[in-house]
């Protein structure tokens, strides 16, 4: 038992997809999860029941006792805009590498070339980055960005704003321009499920303002979004998060992520994490 | 420490970079366009990505993660994010000595003053993967020293033995010029059936 890992709300289904019962795994133990007249259920490896929430077109569960609710996301609700239930992509990192990676937009031009970033479009500007104590979570803001087709609805290259936020240790939802809504947001989110320190469950979510796009083209753009960072994610050297400054080297464009690094240690996360150097 | 083999100079050509590794450590081997060999530590100091995923340009090795170009000395020369920072000298990668000898690609860890080794003429056949340590195969023909290279009587062919892991090594066979490949080439094969004790 650690309570600054277990007291958390993860993420462990895409609700639609539960038809059968089945197993899976959450910080290394095992639990099984199905739905029983609409309702979704979660067990433990004893047999105990977990509690369960469902939101955001996910079965959340915590093997401890969540000090709070769920995060909420207010924007997600508002009329007109296409929830979008991604699927999942398992992959062989710390799922706190999964997050770090979600909040990075350096990588870009050369990771997801030609679609969310070009060279030579590369700079970084400085953007606003914050710890908000009051409700504890990692803020970015005025993040922006040239993107040459930055959503499926984009017709050509844009200088797209975006925010990040982390709400939870291994959650990250992010705010972007809306292309055929200026003055909107969309809504992209990275929900993580940690399998193992060193192995996680993707499940990204979106509501986005889109009449155009067809479901699984929506769903297509992001699955091949992903796929692009997960080639990196399975080869990053060490597979864990290193917590403590030193093993790797940030600048200004990684302010993002050395303020999660440090909400991380200051709140005691320390699972998927290296805590001294290897 | 020994010169030892991690590659073949067509496995690389110029402008090319590959994984290659001695025992535990990974190396990230690439050539520059006019065919300088380097071999370096697969990991950007950066965010940790491997080296070898990345990409030569010019004379230097750019990472695929966030493009961060390496010069030929290991020094970060440039943050595409930062276009207009001249990166502080301290971020470097570390670099191995490395050189090119009769097509095999060298690299010795803890640099050394050994002259790189003779080959007589012989050119490279193959690489092969064989499950058993170097010095299982070091031991299997006499030799004292697995890294260097193993002298064989059949076709006059040398090996050169790259250990990987506890249970394997990579094999660098070369021959005679005039050797019939396809016979230096089966023998090897042959060898490696009676080296991993299976019936060939
Ligand atoms: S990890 Fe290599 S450039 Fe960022
Ligand atoms: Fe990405």
């Known amino acids: ?135 504890d979570e990692v803020w970015a803001t005025k993040v922006k960005f040239y993107q040459p087709q930055a959503a499926k609805s984009a017709a050509g290259g844009i200088t797209t704003e975006y925010m990040y936020r982390v709400p939870a240790p291994t959650c990250s939802v992010l705010y972007k321009t809306c292309p055929p809504r200026p003055g909107e947001w969309d809504v992209i989110t990275l929900f993580v499920q940690p399998l193992t320190e060193e192995w996680c469950e993707v499940w990204p979510w979106m509501a986005l303002y889109d009449d155009e796009s067809t479901m699984s083209e929506m769903v297509s753009f992001q699955q091949l979004i992903f796929m692009q960072d997960r080639s990196i994610l399975e080869n990053q050297l060490p597979r864990k998060l290193p917590l403590d400054p030193g093993m790797e080297v940030p600048t200004q464009a990684d302010m993002t992520s050395v303020a999660y690094r440090r909400w991380l240690k200051k709140i005691g996360y320390t699972y998927g994490a290296q805590l001294v150097a290897a | 420490m020994d010169w030892v083999a991690v590659g073949l100079k067509e496995d690389v050509p110029p402008g090319m970079v590959i994984p290659s590794r001695i025992s535990d450590t990974e190396l990230a081997l690439w050539c520059t366009p006019s065919g300088r060999y380097h071999a370096w530590s697969d990991r950007c100091p950066h965010r940790g990505m491997r080296l070898s995923h990345g990409f030569v340009r010019g004379d230097t090795l750019a990472c695929i993660y966030h493009g961060w170009q390496y010069n030929e000395a290991g020094s970060c020369e440039y943050i595409p994010a930062h276009p207009k920072l001249t990166p502080p000298d301290t971020i470097c990668v570390p670099t191995y000595a490395c050189a090119e000898a009769g097509g095999v690609i060298w690299v010795s860890l803890a640099g050394t003053d050994m002259p790189l080794p003779v080959l007589g003429g012989r050119v490279p056949i193959r690489s092969l993967q064989i499950s058993l340590s170097a010095p299982d195969l070091a031991a299997h023909f006499g030799a004292h020293s697995f890294t260097t290279i193993a ?48 019936p060939s």
């Open chain 1, 1 to 135: 038992m650690n309570a600054a890992i277990d007291n958390h709300w993860y993420p462990v289904a895409m609700i639609s997809g539960i038809d059968a019962p089945r197993e899976t795994l959450l910080l290394g133990k095992k639990i099984s999860l199905g739905r029983e007249d609409g309702t979704c259920w979660v067990l433990d490896a004893s047999g105990a029941e977990l509690p369960t929430v469902e939101r955001f077109g996910h079965l959340w569960t915590s093997p401890g006792q969540p000090n709070r609710d769920l995060f909420t996301i207010p924007e997600a609700d508002s009329p007109g805009r296409r929830l979008v239930d991604v699927g999942s992509v398992k992959v062989k990192c710390s799922p706190l590498r999964a997050v770090e990676n979600f909040l990075d937009i350096a990588h870009f031009p050369f990771v997801h070339t030609d679609i969310l970033g070009a060279e030579p479009h590369t700079e970084v500007d400085r953007y606003d980055v914050k710890i908000r104590e009051e409700v």
């Open chain 2, 151 to 198: 002298v064989v009587s059949d076709h006059e062919a040398l090996l050169a033995v790259q250990p990987c892991t506890d249970r394997t090594c990579m094999v660098h066979a070369l021959a005679a010029p005039d050797a019939d490949r396809k016979v230096v080439s089966r023998w090897l094969e042959d060898l490696r059936a009676t080296l991993e004790g299976v």
